[in-house]
């Protein structure tokens, strides 16, 4: 059974940073790209990074410049390295595979960006 569990949000200030975390259980690391997404309040959610089997990575026009996705396979771990913070980053944050896949959503993890 896969299990994806989200860590390290939390509230900041705008421009500040945050540094999230994806530990996934089961083989789902070793053959998936893997991604973040974001569902802010009231909002669909939305693909933010996504990280190949490499080194290869695509963000969305609003993260770009600003957020570093990277992944560690013998960790079984995905991350999200977020700089100058925005109050419209404020949402929950999710890793799933790239397409995602219905049954590997976690809870997620909250951030909350301050004007």
């Known amino acids: 059974q896969v299990r994806l569990v989200e860590s390290g949000g939390g509230m900041v200030q705008a421009g500040g940073s945050l540094r999230l975390s994806c530990a996934a259980s089961?083989?789902?690391?070793?053959?998936?790209?893997m991604a973040w997404y974001r569902q802010a309040p009231g909002k669909q959610r939305e693909f933010v990074a996504l990280?190949?089997?490499?080194?290869?990575?695509n963000y969305s026009r609003s993260v770009r410049g600003r957020f570093t996705i990277s992944r560690d396979n013998a960790k079984n771990t995905v991350y999200l390295q977020m700089n100058n913070l925005k109050p419209e980053d404020t949402a929950v944050y999710y890793c799933?595979?790239?397409?995602?896949?219905?049954?590997?959503w976690g809870q997620g993890t909250e951030v909350t960006v301050s004007s």
């Open positions: 990280v190949g089997t490499g080194s290869g990575t």
């Open positions: 089961g083989s789902i690391f070793s053959s998936n790209l």
């Open positions: 799933n595979c790239w397409p995602s896949k219905a049954d590997y």
